[in-house]
């Protein structure tokens, strides 16, 4: 179980005045924890460790991966619809041109 509790309000001599009642559902007994410093495990001054043990390191080099991926599939898309673009623009060209040529003869 993993819970976000953000006690840097309470005072170190007051810990022990407080407790963290968990209610689960489907479960008949409460679980009740007394803030205890030895007890309660923190990632207080740890940078890149999650509170549920997992790095988060590796998303930042899923999310990297990824946005590099649709950087890339843009630029294909890109080059692809230019290219289109261009191939269209030369054979426009080269039809009106053979048309006015033919136009031409025809005088």
């Avoid at 923190?42 to 999650?50: D, E, L, S, Y």
């Avoid at 899923?62 to 630029?75: D, K, T």
């Amino acid at each position: 179980m993993s819970v976000d509790l953000d006690l840097s309000s309470v005072k170190p001599e007051d810990w022990r005045k407080y407790e963290c009642v968990f209610q689960l559902s489907g479960v008949k007994n409460d679980i009740v924890t007394k803030l205890d410093k030895t007890v309660i495990r923190t990632n207080w001054g740890k940078t890149g460790i999650r509170s549920d043990g997992g790095s988060s390191e590796v998303h930042v080099g899923v999310i990297g991966a990824v946005v590099g991926l649709l950087v890339l599939l843009a630029g294909i898309a890109g080059y692809v619809l230019w290219k289109r673009k261009k191939d269209n623009n030369a054979s426009e060209t080269t039809s009106s041109s053979s048309s006015s040529a033919e136009a031409q003869a025809a005088k």
